[in-house]
């Protein structure tokens, strides 16, 4: 079954924006769908639109085989919701947010203990009774994804959910709502970070201008913008022979530039770990292994240079 059918969205707002311009997708049941693209591409509209937020100008939506437009209420218990910036009492402790949205959404019977659950859940164990102005901006959203777990939904909608963290505070991110999928909640995330995309999503459509691509495997997408060779830029501290040797010897390693030890080669899984590996064995220290360009870097030459179609 797919829990999103969208079928020739659009949306145009009152000035005239078409912030989304005919999109059509599905995201299967269990699924990690990414919608990646850049600022004011017209992610959040289409997540407005799936939440029932705002009307879309043209196009169906289905979610679980219902159509919104006339049953969006069948349906919305079985969908979470995660903000870009989750909202709660600042003065009120977080377990009493909890509560106080639990009460709001409807949450049958005691919930006390689903409550004490989520907590745990979303790593914010010893924290409950910390007020959320308190909380890190990591713990605020690990709190909303708490949040938008509480009616235990089928499909958790995201937008953005790892902006404004720094890289340990996303790690921790990530791998919550990862681990949410694993337990068989289908994903809808909507981001500009490639990266998130590459670690948590299985399909990716990307989004430019109103406009989203046909979704693939985030695999293939990764191989397309990186192609199929690499550089590694290693900093080593005491590059010698039997190190360069080593190096040489790994399978997907194309050539070696010395002057800055720069290792072209082939963009094939785990190849930075077994050239760290053997660099290593070899009595090499290394002090940093980048890979160029980055999928960052990767990412934004691709959207720079093609339309979405
Ligand atoms: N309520 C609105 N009224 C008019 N224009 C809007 C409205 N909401 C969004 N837009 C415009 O629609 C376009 C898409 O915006 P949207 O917020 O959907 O993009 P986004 O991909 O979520 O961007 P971001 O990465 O910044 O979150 C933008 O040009 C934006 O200015
Ligand atoms: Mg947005």
Redesign the pocket.
Known sequence: MNVIEVLELT?R???G????DSASFTVEQGAAFGLL????????????MLLNF?KPTAGSIKLFDRDIATDFHEVQSKIGYVP?RPGFYGNFSAEKNLRIFANLYGVPGEYDERIAKLFILAGLEGKETDRVHAYSLGDRKRLGIAAAMLNEPELLIL??PSAGLDPQGRRDVLALIHELNVHDVALFL???NVKSIAEICEVVAL?KS?RVASPITTKSFIDNIRGTGLQLEADLANMNERVLQAIKSVKGVRSIQCERLKINVDNIPNINEDVNYVITRAGGRLRSLRESPSLEEAYVRMMGEESVE
């Open positions: 949306k707002y009152k000035k924006v078409i912030a989304v693209g850049p600022i004011g591409s017209g992610k959040s509209s289409i997540i407005h705002t870009e937008d953005e909507a981001t500009n989004m109103g």
